[in-house]
């Protein structure tokens, strides 16, 4: 067990790529923390650097309190699954689990023991005597991570290791995942660019965004607050909807939020805090696609769409449409339940004021 | 489309079937010679027509190990390019997974020199290798014969190649499991490298096997002697008999043959089975 920081950790590549940039998180014991963000924005090299991999060019990375920038992979006791699984092709797979215990002298007897409890928790036994070549996706997948798992690792790290599985599958051992993390509560750094399942898996998400960290948070937190455009759209499936708006102040004095013909009253708790009034003419809104209703109810207020397409789901309908007189090209998604279709181009949904978000140019959130 | 494709393969057989001819016809005509009586070894020697011998004899065969000791050739050649080729390929190998693999202080540097000396011949260094082994005391021994062929330019640079083209995560999943370089080299990486360890066990047997100027300037008795020096052994023992020379020849082939067919094999299994590229 172990508790990870990294502290103004940044890795700068030799040709000049900065991939990691002033990172500064903390993984608590037991914890598992999921790493997202879009492909290329240095997960990998994050995971890469705790492990041993690549040493940082600024900064410090601890282990259990200790600086072991200086130390190698063999001696921070850290397991990792790689993308491709990285199974050493000519080993069996019983090979393959002993391996990191022979690399440590576990002495013969105990090998075989461990072999056989990992086996049984992953569900391998089958597969003890068969090759890496001789497996499906989801079998090496398994086989990563009892490698990983079988000699006790200090930390565990995963890199995207559900991105080459199929969908189905993907569900599945998410789930086994999570359950076993439930189980033996290993600390862990979970890297992927699917925000579902960093939302089922973390404790808490990191969210990275071109080397930089933009939050960290719970997945409830993140859904809730997020710090920026990047993260709300992140976050959420789809993401939320963001367009351009203004916010000004009625002559009988309350403020209102307008985009084409939406004219939305804000309530007390959305009230922009300073900021110049030329900047509030431009600022970006933010709503998620599950705040909007079919039908009105208690304190929410009509806004007219123009759909342009609907996708039914089964569970639910995703809407698409623009907001009648306002310029901006891409549609807004709505979720709204069941099977369902809007009598017309020009409808009505319901939102509740409060479920808005309102962002600066910056793209930071103002309330 | 589809007919085109038929042409051309069709085309392709030929062209390869006339090279294979080529290449195929001059080691019919020593098997041939070898079984022919001396006297019509020459005469019909490149006379296609005649290539089945029509009185077949081992007399050669048993004139080769009467005349020269054979043996003792065939056993020294065995004994030294089998040693060139095993100590060369652990060394080698390992000097090119150094060059491609650790990072180490004048690595570049290194790595020129070596490319460098890839186009260097023997027969450059052959005089200054002279007196060098001369002043070991090392001349008329197995030792002069082999220490100089171990390391190898070439060698070193098709490892190196290969290395570099390897995934690289086989290797970091085993740091991170906790191995050592040498261990990652012998566990991971050598067993995953089985095409370039049979290419180069090829290229370093035949180059070894047919080794001629050397032996010649370094040795002096038939005791540490190998086959190539066995073979001229013939053009001094009057009178010049061709049949035993074609025994002799379909002998020393022999073994190339087999080294060749051995590690054939054990290449195209190779990569064939871990399904690496490069
Ligand atoms: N060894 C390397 N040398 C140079 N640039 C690299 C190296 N490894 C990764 N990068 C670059 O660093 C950035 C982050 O890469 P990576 O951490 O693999 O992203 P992710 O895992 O989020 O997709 C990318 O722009 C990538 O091209
Ligand atoms: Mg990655």
Redesign the pocket.
């Known amino acids: 067990m172990a508790a990870v920081e990294f502290r103004n950790v940044s ?1 700068r ?3 000049g ?4 940039r002033n990172l500064n998180l903390a993984i608590h014991d037991g914890e598992l923390v999921a790493l997202v ?12 650097l705790l492990a041993g991999l ?1 040493e940082p060019s600024a900064g410090e990375i601890l282990l259990d309190g200790k600086v072991v920038n200086r130390i190698g992979p063999r001696q921070r006791n850290i397991a990792m699954v790689f993308q491709n699984y990285a199974l050493y092709p000519h080993m069996t797979v019983r090979d393959n689990l002993a391996f990191p215990l022979r690399m440590r002298r576990t002495p013969r007897k105990i090998v075989a023991r461990k072999i056989a409890d990992i086996a049984g928790i992953l569900n391998l036994r089958e597969l003890l005597d068969r090759r890496p070549g001789q497996l499906s996706g989801g079998q090496k997948q398994r086989v990563a991570m009892g490698r990983a798992l079988v000699r006790n690792p200090s930390v565990f790290l995963l ?2 290791p559900l991105s080459n599985l199929d969908a189905k599958l993907r569900a599945q051992i998410r789930a086994d995942i999570s359950s076993l993390q439930k189980r033996l509560a290993r600390t862990t750094l979970y ?1 992927t ?1 699917d925000q579902v399942e960093a939302m089922t898996l973390g404790d808490r998400i990191a969210v ?1 965004e071109r ?1 930089e960290l933009h939050q960290v948070g719970t997945p409830a937190e993140l859904y809730r607050r997020p710090r920026s455009i990047f993260v709300a759209r992140f976050i959420g499936n789809p993401g939320m909807n963001i367009f351009p708006a203004s916010v000004l102040r009625d002559k009988d004095g309350t403020w209102r939020l307008r985009t084409g013909h939406w004219d939305i009253p804000l309530p007390p708790e959305k009230l922009p805090r300073g900021g110049s009034p030329e900047a509030l003419q431009s600022i970006r809104a933010g709503l998620r696609p599950e705040s909007f209703g079919p039908t009105p109810g208690d304190g929410t207020v009509p806004c007219a769409v123009r759909a342009t397409a609907t996708e039914f789901l089964g569970h639910e309908t995703l809407v698409y449409f623009h907001i009648p007189g306002a310029q901006g090209s891409t549609p807004l998604a709505a979720r709204l339940p069941g099977h369902m279709t809007l009598p017309e181009p020009a409808a009505e949904l319901h939102i509740h004021p409060s479920a808005l978000y309102l962002f600066g140019g910056d793209g930071i959130l103002l309330r | 489309m589809r007919c085109g494709n038929v042409f051309a393969r069709v085309a392709a057989y030929l062209i390869l079937s006339g090279m294979a001819l080529v290449f195929l016809i001059p080691v019919a005509m020593m098997v041939s010679g070898s079984l022919k009586p001396d006297h019509l070894v020459l005469p019909e020697a490149g006379r296609l027509v005649k290539l089945l011998p029509t009185e077949p004899t081992l007399e050669n065969y048993r004139d080769v190990f009467a005349r020269v000791p054979f043996a003792r050739y065939m056993v020294n050649s065995i004994f030294i390019t089998g040693t060139i080729v095993s100590c060369g390929l652990l060394v080698n190998s390992l000097a090119g997974y150094a060059l491609s693999r650790l990072h180490w202080r004048g690595r570049k540097a290194v790595l020129t020199g070596v490319i460098a000396l890839i186009i260097l011949p023997l027969e450059a260094i052959a005089v200054p290798l002279f007196y060098e082994v001369t002043l070991f005391g090392w001349r008329n021994t197995y030792l002069v014969q082999i220490v100089p062929f171990i390391a190898n330019a070439f060698s070193v640079y098709l490892f190196y190649t290969f290395f570099l083209e390897l995934p690289e995560e086989l290797e970091e999943a085993a740091r991170i499991d906790g191995a050592r370089p040498i261990r990652i080299f012998f566990s991971i990486v050598a067993p995953n490298s089985q095409p370039v360890f049979a290419a180069v066990a090829i290229l370093t047997f035949l180059t070894q096997w047919g080794s001629f100027l050397w032996p010649l300037m370094v040795t002096h008795s038939e005791s540490v002697r190998p086959l190539p020096l066995g073979i001229a052994l013939f053009y001094t023992l009057p009178p010049l008999q061709w049949g035993d020379i074609f025994a002799f020849g379909v002998m020393m082939v022999l073994p190339m043959l087999m080294v060749f067919l051995l590690f054939q094999r054990w290449f195209v299994q190779g990569v064939a089975s871990t399904g690496m590229k490069g």
């Not at chain 1, 790529?17 to 990691?20: D, G, L, P, R, S």
């Not at chain 1, 963000?37 to 890469?48: D, H, M």
């Open positions: 890795k590549f030799a040709d790529t900065e991939a990691v963000g879009p492909s290329g924005c240095g997960k990998s090299t994050v995971l890469r690549e890199d995207e890297v660019h990275m080397g």
